[in-house]
């Protein structure tokens, strides 16, 4: 098999180090006098299952009396069989590290969402840490060259030094960097030679030794449970239910930086400017170096797009060199989405880098089998493509030795050409930076204006704050603006001027996304348009004399409420203008009795729409000052009344919720869980556990089940129980595990006697609510018989784009709130529900339209389709949302409808006098 192949060896000649940008190659410990290890050395060629796995830069370790290595505090060397490292362990040695030597230093970097200390190392020359905050001046100048001239740019050049930063850990599955990290950190410390001279004098080398330290002890805790033993990938069984408190993958695609942990990392970032960035990841055999394949983000500046090549075929070239096969650039990953955690690099005018290294999901050797009967070799990555000349093979032993080497070798090898250049990378940086400006000043638009008379400013407030989360630069205007006689923008409305640092990224996130090439594909969402996601108003303006507009430079924002009128004699009305805080004040109320208008009215001369909430006055004194500080903190626009309006209302009660998760699929409820959380709404979280013990009404009024499963059979039948009970509890000895929730056996689902459960609590009266491919379960099992959930036909690709929907009961309490019938929302892949001519006029509440943001092939499959049904079952109802109105921490302006949902649970028959038959395009 090609496993037995001999590797190529490739020697490359002085000319093409050259011309790639490194002055000779002077990585072999032959050129160190140093004592080395002798049993490091026996047991990583031990641990190494093929000779040419291994590489002359990491096949050696220098012995220091005074600097301990990693085995001196852990008692194993990094990539040792069997054995992984707790958080605090890492964190020990990193201090122990810093403590013996004086080329390292440990800097605070805030904390996780489980409240554990994040830090960061930095290594470099001695003199050069002693001198760390004069460097970090240095880069702050160079991110921010406003007001420097050429000559003094270049001045600052020639004293600074680029920091290049690691990640690991991010992912918690991703086991092997955080170990080889230390192992490197050593290295850099301790071994002398001129590899090493040079990049200790020339980089400032910075790591953050797990991105995600909650997911690590969680999953080293799973790992030693269920994990150790496992050496066929044949016999693989999935990880625990939970990295972090609430997300797995997705801590990379946070693009506005909602999890406490991502928002740490960015704040440092923002602090000491790293022009390069560089985040270790594991999947693909056996080193995936990404290279900024299509579709590529326009906006960035095109040096990026020379950078990453010109390091990842360095690194490709050198692995090859030493005869380890299998490194290779592209054909994995494109630069079209920003939102992954290591773009704030790119995003911020620095190099966005990250490898893909073969992993086992923990420390065990294991049999890998890449080509199999079920796949390609192009599936597999054993194919020999242009940009992957030396294969992986198709069979092979894969040990954490093995990973720890190609991920060493290859990050030695980016110190080598970044030490080898470091003028190069901090020109780069400035010039970046400059651009950036510079094209603000010359290109349209020129800015942005967020208008000050929304109806629902609290979007605003959101919005104008996760843009200066990033660093965006945003001023109010104090003044009437109007730019080429056209619109009129009233004084306190928000600027983005475009000559700034960060103009790019506000361009980024502000604009509407085109994918360039209909036949691209994308790793991630094609839009993120943030106004549409926010459901929120942001202009584009190309006249360049917005930049000259006076405007008060505006840090954190916050909402402040409004109250009209002084006399409660009968108590208030807080407007429902859509705001997603109107829900966190109806459960700040609980206890006092709450109204809902379901008709328009005016009091104080303040109009307050459908949905608005009447608060009868309270007897307690205390109760009206907590209506007042409620309404005043968050935001919202209230009146006083001395008379109850005369329209029609319903109680708004709370209902007794749960929302039920999966064991093996709790990323996108994590999301939902996070939102309720931040929005203060109380829930249940319950598992198949609960579902099977029936009699769900007895405990709950409305069950809601956010996106998750994959397909209707994945959310009912869930973890397969091949490989036996999977315990998720905290004992002594794993006390990670069991948090969030805690199973003696998380395998199986809930199965058809918990399908039944779900049926029995419907038609006794519950409301059960389903977000995205959750929705194809009550179709599929029958809860909805009459609905068909079907999926897209073949060549349909809709990776996440923003469209237009039509709301077709707009006076339904769901879309209280809403101004316009038309609203962005994000397609979920959810399903295609087809429902019955005879129902739809009553059923139907709102259709798919058309492409507003990103990427979609095949719209005309969507147009016209059902996007959320509600329908009548027994003495309760079944609502289903084919969207996902609760997605990460974006679409905000679609949360108001599922909070609505929630609010008005028992009320979804209210009057709805405008609504009238469904008109819209017809389904066969």
Known sequence: MTSLNAPHQVVLTAGLLIAIGVAGDVATHAQTAQQMDEEFAREVSDWTTRPEFLSPLVDHLPLVDTVPSPKNLLGYHAGAPRKLTYYAELLNYYRALASASPRVTIMPAGRTDENREMVVVAIAAEDTIRDLERYRGYLAQLADPRG?????????????????????????????????????????????????????????????????PDGRDRYVDWYYRHL??????????????????????????????????????????????????????????????????????????????????????????????????????????????????????????????????????????????????????????????????????????????????????????????????????????YRKSRNAIVEGLEETPHGWVIPADQRDMTRVTRMVNLLLLQGIEVGRADAELMFDQDTAYPAGSYVIKRDQP???????????????????????????????????????????????????????????????????????????????????????????????????????????????????????????????????????????????????????????????????????????????????????????????????????DLILVPNQGRTAKGLVFDVNPRGGPLAYTKTERYQFLGDYGSSDDITGGFGIEGVLAFQRFVEAGGMLVTLGVASYFPPEFGLTREIDARRPNAGFYAPGPIVEAKIVKTAHPMFYGYESPEIPVRYANGPLLQVPRRYRDNWVLMRYGATMSGHQRGASQTAGKPAIVDIPRGSGRVVLFATNPCYRWQNHGEFTMLFNTIMHYNDFDATTPEDGPDTASRQP
Do not use: C
């Open 148 to 212: 420097m001239s050429e000559a003094e740019a270049e001045n600052v050049i020639a004293r600074a030094k680029p920091i290049y930063h690691f990640m690991a850990g991010l992912h918690s599955g991703e086991t092997g960097p955080p170990e080889m990290l230390m192992e490197l950190a050593y290295r850099l410390a301790a071994e002398e030679g001129p590899l090493f001279d040079q990049i200790r004098s020339n980089v400032i080398v910075t790591m953050t030794p797990t991105a995600e």
């Open 228 to 429: 150790i033993d496992i050496t066929d990938d044949r016999d693989r069984i999935g990880g625990p239910p939970y990295w972090g408190k609430y997300i797995f993958h997705d801590n990379n695609r946070d693009i506005n930086y909602s999890q406490l942990s991502m928002r740490s990392l960015l704040s440092w970032y923002l602090d000491w400017h790293p022009p390069i960035v560089h985040d270790l990841h594991e999947s693909v055999p056996f080193l995936y170096t990404f290279s900024g394949q299509a579709p590529q983000n326009p906006n960035l500046d095109p040096i990026v797009y020379g950078e990453l090549p010109w390091f990842a075929n360095f690194e490709m070239a050198q692995l090859t060199k030493y005869g380890m096969p299998g490194a290779w650039t592209h054909g994995f990953v494109d630069m079209w989405s920003p939102g992954y955690l290591g773009f704030m690099a790119s995003n911020h005018n620095g190099l966005v880098r990250f490898y893909e290294t073969f992993g086992n999901g923990g420390a065990t050797t294991m049999i890998r089998h890449l080509k199999t009967e079920d796949n390609t070799a192009q599936q597999a990555r054993t194919s020999r493509e242009w940009y992957r000349p030396s294969p992986p093979y198709e069979e092979v032993e894969w040990s954490m030795r093995n990973n720890t080497n190609y991920s060493q070798t290859a990050a030695l090898s980016a110190l080598q050409l970044t030490a080898s250049n470091p003028t190069v990378i901090l020109e780069n940086f």
């Open 502 to 700: 960060y103009g790019r990224l506000a361009k980024i996130m502000l604009e509407t996304q085109e994918l360039p090439d209909d036949n691209l594909r994308t790793y991630d969402d094609t839009g993120w348009t943030l106004g549409l996601m926010q459901h929120a108003d942001v202009h584009a303006v190309d006249d360049r004399s917005v930049l000259d507009v006076q405007v008060e430079t505006v840090g954190a924002v916050r909402d402040i409420g409004r109250l009209a009128g002084n006399d409660s004699s009968f108590g208030y009305t807080v407007a429902h203008y859509g705001s997603t805080n109107l829900v966190t004040l109806r459960y700040r109320l609980q206890g006092l009795d709450v109204e809902a208008a379901e008709v328009a009215f005016e009091a104080n001369d303040v109009e307050f729409p459908a949905g608005s909430l009447i608060i009868p006055r309270p007897d307690q004194p205390n109760d009206v000052e907590r209506i007042e500080l409620a309404v005043e903190s968050l935001g919202l626009t209230a009146a006083t009344l001395t008379e109850r309006p005369d329209v029609p209302t319903h109680d708004l009660d709370v209902p007794r919720l749960a929302m039920f998760s999966t064991w093996g699929n709790t990323q996108e409820v994590g999301w939902v869980r996070h939102a309720f959380d931040q929005f203060e709404i109380p829930f249940d979280l319950i598992y198949k556990e609960r579902v099977k013990e029936g009699d769900l009404m007895s405990d709950y």
